[in-house]
């Protein structure tokens, strides 16, 4: 199942630079997305969302960025910092039929260096 | 602040054996799930559930699979035989609504080993 696609399995950034994590989706019907944020032996944490109705969508130093028409949304982070070195996770949602039902895509790992 | 409380942490079970995972969803979300993570894969959609029935389910949600609100607070995934496969960290998330309209928290997880 390759509905969501993340294909930088790693990505490693310097502190106070920004961080760019790209997620593709193939499934037409797929109306929601949204990025979680995973440490080691914790659960995925929600960072923001974003409906197909818009094109971006900011909450501080986090912008989603969503291109419906190339099937394409990337996280921003800015500035880094080491503390958001985890795993974020892509997940999509096909919200008018579905019931909650998130597809993940396989996660990229960043390190943010001091 | 709420949280999803998951429990065991950890499960180790022969092959062949019954178990039942915990989940306390917050306390006024209304949708349930659970999901699963193998090993270096991706999380999976296992089963959502609301208004004491379940409203979708995976095809990895199969008739060994069983889920159930017994008593308004907790939230239970049982698995009936289990098999090597089953082998993964188990995630129970809940909402207030549909993803949709408000974003699912997750349980840290239980990690489930199959002997």
């Known amino acids: 199942d390759q509905q969501v696609k993340q294909n930088s399995p790693s990505l490693s950034v310097q502190e106070g630079r920004i961080s760019i994590l790209n997620c593709d989706y193939t499934?037409?019907?797929?109306?929601?997305f949204l990025w979680y944020k995973k440490y080691p032996a914790e659960g995925p944490t929600f960072l923001i969302s974003?409906?197909?109705?818009?094109d971006k969508n900011e909450d501080g130093r986090f912008t989603v960025f969503l291109n419906k028409s190339a099937k394409h949304l990337s996280l921003h982070i800015v500035p880094s910092q080491p503390g958001d070195s985890a795993v974020y996770f892509c997940?999509?949602?096909?919200?008018?039929?579905?019931?909650?039902?998130?597809?993940f895509g396989q996660g990229t790992i960043l390190t943010v260096h001091p | 602040e709420p949280e999803v409380t998951q429990t065991p942490s950890h499960q180790v079970t022969q092959m062949g054996q019954e178990v039942i995972l915990r989940c306390v969803p917050i306390s006024n979300h209304l949708y349930f799930y659970w999901y699963r993570q193998i090993l270096g894969q991706k999380v999976e959609f296992l089963v959502s559930?609301?208004?004491?029935?379940?409203?979708?389910k995976s095809e990895i949600f199969d008739d060994q699979f069983s889920v159930e609100r017994p008593d308004g607070s907790n939230f239970t995934l049982k698995i009936r035989s289990t098999k090597l496969e089953d082998s993964a960290m188990y995630f129970c998330?809940?909402?207030?609504?549909?993803?949709?309209?408000?974003?699912?928290?997750f349980g840290q997880g239980t990690r489930l080993t199959v002997v």
């Open positions: 499934n037409s019907m797929f109306d929601y």
């Open positions: 997940a999509a949602s096909a919200g008018g039929t579905s019931y909650g039902k998130l597809t």
């Open positions: 998330a809940s909402s207030e609504d549909r993803v949709l309209d408000t974003e699912a928290f």
């Open positions: 559930f609301y208004n004491n029935e379940i409203s979708e």
């Open positions: 974003i409906s197909s109705i818009k």
